[in-house]
Structures are given as structure tokens and as C-alpha cells.
């Protein structure tokens, strides 16, 4: 178990503090993947933007990693309607037994109906809710095809959650994409753990630690927040549970995954029409991208 580790590692990453490693992750290079999403439109199933940018990320991820993964399904939704649907799965060292999974929704939400939300009938632009969970993975792809990590890490991005009803009973036509993948999973070891990044480049970044996350995965949290505050970013990763979400994590964890979410949920613009460029930062990106890099480092 790779997690018995966490200690010593955590101990060694106080050691180095007088010479820390140059920063690998690039904030202000994954920003700008957040600029080229929200200028294709909003990303909704089925439109010319969703179709656009989903040929950018397959190019985008061929260019990265070693192998990539395209499931492509059609998914009818409870109204009737036929969504084409596509998940990418980007494999670095596909072949090793040690794997990690870091994965976001890259869809955006067809109606701004959040409870902040001044008109109902728009879509929102999904700056951070979907547009920074794909930055962030396209800024761990650079730093991977740069210097290829020690282990297998898979990131996956999911399509489809943000499509239709998370307050019916049961959800209807949301978190379709990781449902699909926790049914069909590519052959091999499950990973040691998961980790979904959901709205995480706000410029009042407070990310607290999810109530399904802890339940489900309580020593993943540890890690996570632990590796936070190692680097310096206590601040922005509050240990203290907030929020109790119905997001991308709960289908992985049904199938066996260790996944947690790690999202700031504390958002105004959350599925509103403000969800834009200017309520999101590099720097918040850079935080959680320092996060997410040291997470698979710490397994090498």
C-alpha cells in the first residue's frame, strides 16, 4: 500500500525546504487553456463548441501522453434527446502496475439556473466549472511530457456531468461521463487512488474538504491536504469539512476507487452566466496545480 508512505514522504518534503524543486507546474500556461475553452463557446453536448473542443483536446492529448483513450458513446437523456458523448483517457506509462488517476468534466452547463443566476434561459460560460478542472490536467500533461513520471498516471476527462438535473431523485443525466467510465475501465490495476478537480482556479480560492470524499476516502483527504500544507498552501486548502457534493467522485468510489473531490464550492458565479475569465486566476491554478504535480511525485 503506497499510502503507508505518506509520513515518511511528508517528513522528507520538510528536509528540503532550504532547497525546494523549481516549480513544474505553469499557471499562467494552463490559464490560457481556460481562454481558448470559454472562447469556443459554452461546451454543451451535442453544439458546435462541444464538438470543437473535443477535437482540440484529442489533438491536445496525442501530442502528450503515450496512449490516449477516446470512449465515444450516445447517451438518451430521460426527455428523449440523443447527447454524443466523448471521454478521453491520456496514459502515461500504460503499462505500469502503479497508477494514478486525476480527472474533470471538460462539458459546460446548458442553464445558468444556479441559485445566484439572473437568467435562467443562458448558458453558462464555465470559466471554473469545467474550464478550470481541464486546465489543470492539460498543465499536469505539459509537466509529464516534459518529465515523464516514475509511475502510471492517467487523466481522464469526463463529458456529460453538468448536463442535466442534480436535484431530482434520483439525479437525471448528470455524471454521465464518469458513470460510463467506472463501467468500462480499461484493462489493468484500478489506481491507488483518485482525484476529481472541480472548480478550482477562483480568485478566492478556498478549497474545504468534501463530506463524501471523507467518508469514502478519508486517508486520500489526509494526503491531499497534508501535501498542501507541505507546500505552503495551508491557507488555501482548509482542513475542515464544508460541503457535502453529488459530483464526479461518487461514481468512481461505487466501483471501488479511492476518489475525492477536491473542489471550492464556496463560488458565486457557480452555474450563472458570470462563471467568467475574469473570476478566475493563474494563481489560483498554480496552487492546486503545485498540488496536484506533488501528488505524483511523492510515488515515484
Known sequence: MRLARVLPALLLLGACREAPRPREFDG??????????????????????????????????????????????NHVTAKGDTLPLKNFLARFRPAAQQRLLL?????????????????????????????????????VADVLKRSPPGIGVDLLFVDGEDYGDFNATPPAD???????????????????????????????????????SLIGAPEVVELVWDTAREL??????????????????????????????????????????????DKVSAESLQTVGDVAVALIRREE
Open 174 to 212: 448528470v455524471l454521465i461521463g464518469s458513470r460510463y467510465y467506472a463501467a468500462n475501465q480499461p484493462p489493468g490495476p484500478q489506481p491507488l487512488y483518485a482525484v476529481l478537480f472541480d472548480l478550482v482556479a477562483d480568485k478566492e480560492l478556498q478549497i474545504y474538504q468534501e463530506g463524501n
Open 28 to 73: 499562467p500556461g494552463a490559464f490560457r487553456y481556460i481562454e481558448t475553452q470559454v472562447a469556443f463557446g459554452a461546451r454543451i453536448p451535442g453544439t458546435e463548441a462541444h464538438a470543437g473542443m473535443a477535437q482540440w483536446l484529442d489533438s491536445l492529448l496525442r501530442e502528450r501522453a503515450d496512449t490516449l483513450v477516446v470512449q465515444s458513446w
Open 103 to 139: 480527472f474533470a468534466h471538460w462539458d459546460s452547463r446548458p442553464t445558468a439556473d444556479g441559485p445566484t443566476s439572473s437568467d435562467s434561459t443562458v448558458p453558462v460560460p464555465g470559466a471554473n466549472d469545467g474550464g478550470s478542472g481541464v486546465a489543470l490536467l492539460l498543465g
Open 232 to 277: 505552503g498552501y495551508g491557507g488555501s486548502f482548509v482542513a475542515s469539512p464544508r460541503h457535502t457534493l453529488i459530483d464526479d467522485h461518487l461514481e468512481l468510489q461505487k466501483v471501488g476507487i479511492r476518489a475525492i473531490d477536491v473542489v471550492d464550492f464556496d463560488y458565486p458565479a457557480w452555474h450563472t452566466a458570470e462563471d467568467t475569465l
